[in-house]
Structures are given as C-alpha cells and as structure tokens.
C-alpha cells in the first residue's frame, strides 16, 4: 500500500518532523513521537494546516524578496530552504 504521508525531498525529514513538532506545540496540541490516535482530527488538521500556512507565507516572501529565507525564522529553530512545495 502506498502512503502520501512521504516527504518529496528526503533529506528535509527531520526539519519537517521538528517544524511539524514546533507548530503542535504553538497551538497547544499534544503531538507526540509515533501514535497520536488519542488526537482529534480537528487537532491533526490544525497542525497541517498551518504548517501548510507558514510555508506558503515563507515562499511568498522568497518570491517577493523580502526578508525571511526558509521556515526556519517562522517557527524559531527549523532550518529548511524556502522550496518546499
């Protein structure tokens, strides 16, 4: 079976999985290491679509030359390039 729960650029993984971590934690829901079952949906949406949120603010302003590179200046501690759609 395949999954769509795979990141496109490998190597950006782990900066995801921190960002994704990073986000949870800004909204208050309790996103841990392996099973979040115990989650709602809604908490599980949140978190994805705001970290959908954060990337597209970041390449727009990549695309409009302005300030920020990446998603790292976001979230505080992530260090991604600002290509990541």
Do not use: C, H, W
Request: glycine share 12%; net charge neutral.
């Amino acid at each position: 079976m395949s999954t769509s729960n795979t990141t496109a650029v490998p190597e950006a993984k782990t900066a995801m999985d921190r960002f994704k971590f990073e986000v949870a934690n800004e909204l208050g829901v309790p996103l841990t290491d392996g099973y979040n079952g115990n989650l709602t949906s809604r908490q599980n949406g949140s978190v994805g679509g705001y970290m959908v949120k954060k990337m597209i603010e970041a390449q727009e302003r990549q695309m409009s030359g302005t300030q920020m590179s990446g998603l790292g200046q976001m979230s505080g501690t992530s260090q991604m390039s600002g290509t990541m759609m």
